[in-house]
């Protein structure tokens, strides 16, 4: 089994920045795209922004230019830096990770259990 657990969550005001991290624990052997999610109330979740094991990003459009994702392969650990932070960056953000428990295996997508973000205006 894979766990994925984030830290970084809480409340901060307009303008200012949060550093998330989600680290994956378990039987792995290799991990593809990491990526962050957010939820905010009434809304359905949606991408924020995706790595590759070789570094390749993408970002949601509302996001670029303010938040950055980056990974430590070594480590099995995701980033987000989020700066100038609006309010309508309040939701609860989500990690995942696409999987593969041994060489020539299937790949799988575990999710973390979430962390919240609050922004105030």
């Known amino acids: 089994q894979v766990q994925l657990v984030e830290s970084g969550g809480g409340l901060v005001q307009a303008g200012r920045s949060l550093r998330l991290s989600c680290t994956a624990s378990?039987?792995?052997?290799?991990?593809?795209?990491m990526g962050w999610y957010r939820q905010a109330p009434g809304k359905q979740r949606e991408l924020v922004a995706s790595?590759?094991?070789?570094?390749?990003?993408n970002y949601a459009d509302s996001v670029k230019g303010r938040f950055t994702i980056s990974r430590d392969n070594a480590k099995n650990t995701v980033y987000l830096q989020m700066n100038s932070l609006k309010p309508e960056d309040t939701a609860v953000y989500y990690c995942?990770?696409?999987?593969?428990?041994?060489?020539?295996?299937?790949?799988?997508?575990?999710w973390g259990q979430g962390t919240q973000v609050t922004v105030s205006s």
């Open positions: 790595i590759t094991s070789g570094g390749s990003t």
């Open positions: 995942n990770a696409d999987w593969q428990k041994y060489y020539g295996g299937g790949y799988s997508l575990s």
């Open positions: 378990g039987s792995i052997f290799n991990i593809n795209a």
